[in-house]
């Protein structure tokens, strides 16, 4: 009877796809969530505060509340992906609903002292939502037998032979223990019957042939990924004089992540051995991160407020779980035990994200309403992989230095009142990380809200939609030619406000 394993890798750095650029892109970023009012202003809330979701953007956002406030938000995420790969288009959806905000914050008053007010407030928002679904197909001239090739060269084929009463998955994870990532690929090539060595009678072949024969070959990607960057925030904030604001927030991430893609091919030629190739690799991602940020806001006159904020750079420690399966005509009899019951586990590995710069300004037309714009700055060139003497790490944060760039994020909100009802509206752009600013391109984000006072509490309607253009390649090497994606995010949400 065979047995399932689970084997820790002693090197990070062996799973190369898995720690690298994406990585750092995936947790640097984060969506526009958060409250109903504050995601149908776009976020604009740097110089206002007054807002539970204002505190990741400027923690000295409490203080200007007058009085305890609790709030909670649930919001229905809809993400639609429209995909072009070698001229043929596809589309994938997916509806999700979550629980995406909560907190409260209690005020303390003295208005005989200098620091007339002290804040104490309490956050969970959803920095970003992962769940998504992808479906990429087309009639390609780069097949996956390409992946396994490149992998494989270099790599003397005795390295990847059964020892004596070795069980196919026992060789898997002793490979990848033992060589590295790129051996463990190569060995799932010739036993999946991808590939074969040029030199079959000779351990020491370092050169391999493709089984496969094509022209083109029809290819179907999926990827569905799930999970979420959850943020705790605890604040302080105090209010000096009428006119100044002061604060600084802790911040405790959870990262969960969780990335299934399967591929299969067909449509080979008609002398082809291999008819059909299956290939499934499955990602798990857990850790957590810490942040810290202070701000400041200031009011020049009744009219007009300025608002400047920094955030730290974010810590993450994370830990990376890894299966994959693979099967073709030529595969041999066992590859069926190799599946995702058959896990590779990593150590841990950090990511440090860059530090945030923004600066804000409001237009406040009395008790009418409000404009508010944002502007925040963080280079993305200074992410980085730790730990950096890891030489594949060093390698990646040099790459990561060349490739990204300065990200500008600007956002722009404003708030009509009539009596208790409140419309609200919001534009924001966020500048494509990488300097090209072709593999991710700019975002564009429009909202809109509505809200209705009932004295002390408050019912709020938000709607925000975001669009993206991204080059994605499927695989990190062997299939050079990306798929063209244009995603849309849309999201519906309702809160709820009590005044305490």
């Given at each position: 009877m065979?047995?399932h394993?689970?084997?820790?890798l002693?090197?990070?750095c ?7 650029i994406?990585d750092?892109l995936r947790?640097?970023g984060e969506?526009?969530q958060?409250?109903?009012r504050?995601?149908g202003?776009s976020g ?6 007054g807002?539970l ?5 400027n923690?000295?956002g ?6 305890g406030v609790f709030?909670i ?7 639609n ?5 070698f001229?043929?288009n596809?589309?994938a ?6 629980l995406n905000?909560?907190?409260?914050v209690f ?5 005989d002292?200098a ?17 998504n679904?992808?479906?990429?197909t087309g009639n390609?001239n780069q097949g996956?037998d390409n992946?396994f090739?490149n992998?494989a060269?270099g790599?003397?084929?005795g390295?990847?032979?059964l020892q004596?009463?070795?069980?196919l998955?026992e060789?898997y994870l002793d490979?990848g223990s033992?060589f ?6 190569a060995?799932l ?6 590939i074969d060595p040029?030199?079959e009678?000779n351990?020491?072949n370092?050169?391999?042939i493709?089984?496969?024969k094509?022209?083109?070959?029809n290819?179907?990607?999926s990827?569905?990924?799930i999970?979420?960057n ?8 105090s209010?000096?004089?009428?006119n100044?604001y002061?604060g600084?927030?802790?911040?405790f991430h959870n990262?969960?992540?969780e990335?299934?893609?399967?591929l299969?091919?067909?449509?080979f ?10 290939f499934?690799?499955l990602l798990r991602t857990?850790g957590?991160?810490f942040?810290?940020s202070i701000g400041?806001?200031?009011?020049l006159?009744?009219h007009i ?5 920094y955030?730290s750079p974010?810590?993450y420690?994370l830990?990376d779980?890894?299966s994959?399966?693979i099967?073709?005509?030529l595969?041999?009899?066992d590859?069926?035990?190799i599946?995702?019951?058959v ?13 945030k710069?923004?600066?804000?300004l ?5 008790p009418?309403g ?5 502007y925040s700055?963080?280079d993305?060139s ?6 950096t003497?890891d030489p594949?790490f060093a ?8 490739e990204?760039g ?5 956002r722009l ?5 009539l009596?208790a ?6 534009y924001r752009?966020?500048q494509?990380p990488?300097a090209s600013?072709?593999?991710i391109?700019d ?6 809200g ?8 408050r019912?709020?309607?938000?709607f925000?939609q975001?669009?993206q253009d ?7 090497t062997?299939l050079p030619t990306p ?18």
């Amino acid at each position: 009877m065979r047995r399932h394993y689970t084997f820790i890798l002693l090197l990070a750095c062996a799973f190369a796809s898995a720690q690298n650029i994406n990585d750092v892109l995936r947790y640097s970023g984060e969506s526009l969530q958060g409250t109903s009012r504050y995601q149908g202003m776009s976020g604009a809330f740097g110089a206002l505060g007054g807002d539970l979701s204002s505190l990741n953007v400027n923690p000295a956002g409490s203080a200007v509340f007058n009085y305890g406030v609790f709030s909670i938000t649930g919001s229905n995420y809809h993400h639609n992906n429209d995909a072009s790969y070698f001229s043929t288009n596809s589309t994938a959806s997916l509806n999700s609903f979550d629980l995406n905000q909560i907190g409260g914050v209690f005020v303390f008053k003295d208005n005989d002292a200098a620091w007339k007010k002290i804040s104490l407030a309490f956050n969970y928002d959803q920095a970003r939502k992962f769940d998504n679904e992808l479906y990429i197909t087309g009639n390609s001239n780069q097949g996956i037998d390409n992946y396994f090739l490149n992998y494989a060269d270099g790599i003397p084929f005795g390295d990847l032979l059964l020892q004596d009463d070795e069980y196919l998955e026992e060789a898997y994870l002793d490979i990848g223990s033992s060589f590295g990532y790129a051996d463990q690929q190569a060995f799932l090539g010739y036993f999946g019957g991808i590939i074969d060595p040029m030199d079959e009678s000779n351990d020491n072949n370092t050169a391999y042939i493709s089984n496969a024969k094509y022209n083109t070959v029809n290819q179907r990607y999926s990827e569905s990924t799930i999970g979420q960057n959850s943020k705790f925030t605890a604040n302080l904030a105090s209010q000096y004089g009428d006119n100044f604001y002061l604060g600084a927030s802790l911040n405790f991430h959870n990262i969960s992540y969780e990335k299934l893609t399967q591929l299969s091919e067909s449509g080979f030629d008609s002398d082809s051995e291999l008819k059909n190739i299956y290939f499934d690799n499955l990602l798990r991602t857990d850790g957590n991160g810490f942040s810290f940020s202070i701000g400041a806001i200031g009011k020049l006159n009744d009219h007009i407020r300025v608002g400047g904020s920094y955030q730290s750079p974010t810590w993450y420690s994370l830990t990376d779980e890894t299966s994959q399966k693979i099967n073709s005509d030529l595969a041999d009899n066992d590859i069926s035990y190799i599946n995702f019951n058959v896990i590779n586990v990593f150590e841990k590995y950090n990511i440090q994200t860059p530090a945030k710069l923004t600066g804000s300004l409001a237009v406040v037309f009395g008790p009418q309403g409000l404009i508010s714009f944002d502007y925040s700055y963080q280079d993305m060139s200074k992410a980085q992989l730790k730990p950096t003497t890891d030489p594949s790490f060093a390698s990646e944060n040099t790459f990561i230095s060349d490739e990204l760039g300065g990200v500008s994020t600007f956002r722009l909100g404003g708030e009509y009142r009539l009596a208790a009802l409140s419309l609200r509206a919001g534009y924001r752009f966020e500048q494509s990380p990488y300097a090209s600013g072709t593999t991710i391109g700019d975002l564009n984000g429009y909202s809109a809200g509505i809200g209705y006072s009932f004295g002390s509490s408050r019912l709020d309607l938000g709607f925000s939609q975001a669009s993206q253009d991204i080059n994605k390649t499927l695989y990190d090497t062997g299939l050079p030619t990306p798929a063209g994606i244009t995603h849309k995010n849309t999201v519906v949400s309702l809160g709820y406000t009590l005044n305490l």
